[in-house]
Each structure stands twice: as structure tokens, then as C-alpha cells.
């Protein structure tokens, strides 16, 4: 892809999103810094690399831009978990629908709803690109772009865990809330995947 062709692709409506990202992004930086919540300054590194990462979406025409906002806002949902306080606790632990399960574990919280969220940008995303550079049959693009959208949720994963080891005092879950976080990550996929095949053109076998 040539300079021109770049440019051509930066639209002034892509660039709002992603001006608009870095700057509550930003924002969230120095709230973070006031506070002193180093947990979240390490997390905001992370959706540094998500920015430059949709710097070169921006690029690439096949993603359209209402797919930026849905990823732009999902960088929204995370730092407000960790900023807004709700009965004393951050909003990432707050249960807005409370499910009795025999597991013992609490179902429905904000984190895992963000998680939930999450995983379904990111399978729209992998279906995007999937669609257009390979010539797999549709089953298979449904699966890879399940499969892409759980490894971006992994990765999410690797960074919660640096932050455990780094950070004291880390409102960081164990075991449990790990698994939990991947079971979610993977219901969000596939509802990414089937809303992709659902409701944009699907490709030939």
C-alpha cells in the first residue's frame, strides 16, 4: 500500500474517531496519575497499543468506520470501570443483574459484560479482514475470526496478569475469575462471528 493510498483512506471521518480516542484516553491518563492509580496507568499502556493499532485500521478501507467507533468505545467501557466508583467500589465490580448458579461464582458483573462486548468488536474485526484476504470456506472464517477475537481477549489476559505481579494491592481476580473472563470472551466471539454473517455479505464457499 502506497503513501497516497494511505492518505486517500483518512478520512476526515476516520480521524475524528481517532482523535476522539486519544483524547478521553489522554484524559484518562492524567485522571489515573492524579489518583494515583497505577494499576490503570498500565492498562491505558495497553490501550496506547490499541491506538496504534487502529492507526493502521484506519487505513485500510475494509474496515469501516462505524467498526472504529464500536472498538473506540469499548476503550471507553474499560477506563470507566476503573474511574466511576459505585457503592464504594469500582464499577468493574459491580453486578447490575445478580444470577443464582450452583458455582458459587457472581454472574452477571460490568467486567465481564465489558469482556462480553470485547470479544464481539473483536470477531467483527477478524471477520473483516478474514473476508477479505483469504478464501476460506464461510464455517472456516466463522471459526478463525472466533478463535482471533479469544486471542486479543488472551492477550488481555497476559496484561491483568503482569499487572497482579507488578502492582501492589491489584484488584486483579485469580484462577477463577480468569476462566470466567475466557468463558465470556468466547460467548462474545460467537456472537460476533454469527452478527457479522447475519447481517453482512457472506463469503462464497
Known sequence: MNIRTILGNLTPARMLVF???????????????VVGNTEFLGYIAGIVFLIL?????LTHECVPVWLLWVLSFLGVLHLLGAAVQING??????VPLLIENPTGLTFIKYDQIVHTYGSFAGALL??????????????GIFVFAVLGSMGLGALN?????????????????????TAV???????????GAIAAFSFWKRPSA
Open 157 to 177: 489476559e497476559i496484561v491483568e496478569f503482569i499487572a497482579k505481579l507488578t502492582v501492589a494491592n491489584t484488584d486483579v481476580g485469580g484462577y477463577y475469575n
Open 181 to 191: 473472563d475466557l468463558c465470556v470472551n468466547l460467548f462474545g466471539a460467537v456472537l
Open 89 to 94: 467500589d469500582v464499577l468493574y465490580n459491580y
Open 19 to 33: 482523535g476522539i480516542t486519544i483524547s478521553y484516553t489522554l484524559a484518562a491518563g492524567v485522571y489515573f496519575s
Open 53 to 57: 493499532l487502529g492507526g493502521c485500521l
Open 126 to 139: 477478524m471477520y473483516f479482514f478474514l473476508v477479505r484476504d483469504t478464501k476460506f470456506h464461510w464455517f
